[in-house]
């Protein structure tokens, strides 16, 4: 059974810093495609970034330059650098894992960009 524990949501300001954190437990780390969605109130669920199984990390126009996605295979663990935000990037953030045919979700962390 594979977990992803998503860390790091908060209030944040508008221009400041949030790191958001996704661990994974119950299947090697290695095997998956790794990312992050998101969700703002009363829209759908919109793809943020991934990072490839080699590292190779993917953005959404919306986020490209302020956010950074990366892996740490040694910690099972994979992160969401969210700089320069935005009131409009006000959304429960969640991790997703892609093995094969399979994906499997986080439970969701809120980020809320207000002053």
């Known amino acids: 059974q594979v977990q992803l524990v998503e860390s790091g949501g908060g209030l944040v300001q508008p221009g400041g810093s949030l790191t958001l954190s996704c661990a994974v437990s119950?299947?090697?780390?290695?095997?998956?495609?790794m990312g992050w969605y998101r969700q703002a109130p009363a829209k759908q669920r919109e793809w943020v970034a991934t990072v490839t199984r080699g590292g190779t990390p993917n953005y959404a126009d919306s986020v490209q330059g302020r956010f950074t996605i990366s892996r740490d295979n040694a910690k099972n663990t994979v992160y969401l650098q969210m700089n320069s935000l935005k009131p409009e990037d006000t959304a429960v953030y969640y991790c997703?894992?892609?093995?094969?045919?399979?994906?499997?979700w986080g439970q969701g962390t809120q980020v809320t960009v207000s002053s």
């Open positions: 997703f894992a892609d093995r094969f045919t399979n994906r499997y």
């Open positions: 119950g299947s090697p780390f290695t095997t998956y495609t």
